[in-house]
């Protein structure tokens, strides 16, 4: 009787520490600036299916206002977008009181190496080349910067 009551303690253990974990993903808000909805759709997607609550903005313009607006853990940006570039919009967030400590990871189709250096030393997280990442290596790095435990 002694093992079955001590591998039900540890069962009970683990689901409550599952629990925990989950509840604390779900709480992380993460908004991408990006204009192709096909990005949009895989990487966001990926991230909502491991329980991050996503929101999107098609433009530069439009994801300042959400991320001065709204509060956000995490902010994924594109670097060549409508109205305004990533570079302008990470530059922005970077100013702002209340945006200047959020985690940012750039992803970039098509930037030059020196656009690619400023965007580096404004004080972003990560920036990966969007075509030779998958979504859970971005999953997975939005987990590390954001401190939960895989």
Same mark, same amino acid.
């Given at each position: 009787m002694g093992d079955a009551k001590k591998q039900l303690c540890e069962f009970l253990n683990s689901?409550? =520490?599952?629990?925990?974990l989950e509840s &604390?993903?779900?709480?992380?808000?993460?908004l991408i600036i990006e204009d192709q909805e096909v990005f949009i759709d =895989? $990487?966001?997607g990926k991230l909502e /299916?491991?329980? $991050? /609550?996503v929101s999107s903005a098609k433009n530069g313009s439009w994801g300042i206002k959400e991320a001065l607006e709204k509060d956000f853990d995490l902010l994924i940006i594109d670097m060549v977008m409508p109205v305004m570039s990533g570079e302008e919009v990470v530059a922005k967030l970077k100013i702002e009181e209340k945006t200047r400590s959020i985690p940012i990871i750039v992803l970039s189709a098509s930037v030059d190496s020196e656009t690619q250096k400023r965007v580096e030393q404004m004080g972003i997280a990560a $920036? $990966?080349? &969007?075509?030779q990442i998958i979504p859970?290596? +971005?999953?997975?790095?939005?987990?590390?910067? +954001?401190?939960?435990g895989n």
């Open positions: 689901t409550v =520490m599952e629990e925990k &604390k993903i779900e709480t992380k808000k993460i =895989m $990487f966001g /299916q491991d329980g $991050f /609550q $920036f $990966f080349v &969007k075509t859970s290596d +971005l999953s997975k790095k939005v987990k590390e910067l +954001l401190g939960i």
